[in-house]
C-alpha cells in the first residue's frame, strides 16, 4: 500500500502565497511522475503541475511563472510554492505520484486533497 498525505493549504488573501506538501509512504519501489491537480466546485479535476524523477518540469499556462513544484527524491516528497495566488486558483489541492513496484506496471495514487481558499 501506498499512502500519500498532504498538508500547508489555508486561507490567504488575492496576492499571497502558500506552500503545499506531499509525503508519500508505504510500499514504493520507485516514484516515476510527482504531481498537483486541483478541483474547484462544480469543475472537474485539472493538472497543475508535474516533476518527473529527473526534475523535468510541467505547468499549464494559468499556473506558469506563479507556481514552482519540487521534489525531494531521498525523502519521497513533493511540494508546490503558490506565489501571487488568485480568487481562481481556490480549490482542492490533491497530491498524485506515478509509482512502479516491479513487476507491476506503473500506478497513479492520490493523496486525500487539502483547501486552498483565496479570499479577502
Known amino acids: 500500500q501506498v499512502q500519500l498525505v498532504e498538508s500547508g493549504g489555508g486561507l490567504v488573501q488575492p496576492g499571497g502565497s502558500l506552500r503545499l506538501s506531499c509525503a508519500a509512504s508505504g510500499s514504493i519501489g520507485s516514484i516515476n511522475v510527482l504531481g498537483w491537480y486541483r478541483q474547484a466546485p462544480g469543475k472537474q479535476r485539472e493538472f497543475v503541475a508535474t516533476i518527473t524523477s529527473d526534475g523535468k518540469t510541467n505547468y499549464p499556462d494559468s499556473v506558469k511563472g506563479r507556481f514552482t513544484i519540487s521534489r525531494d527524491n531521498a525523502k519521497n516528497t513533493v511540494a508546490l510554492q503558490m506565489n501571487v495566488l488568485m480568487p481562481e486558483d481556490t480549490a482542492v489541492y490533491y497530491c498524485?505520484?506515478?509509482?512502479?513496484?516491479?513487476?507491476?506496471?506503473?500506478?497513479?495514487?492520490w493523496g486525500q486533497g487539502t483547501q486552498v481558499t483565496v479570499s479577502s
Open positions: 498524485n505520484a506515478l509509482i512502479t513496484n516491479w513487476p507491476k506496471k506503473p500506478t497513479a495514487y
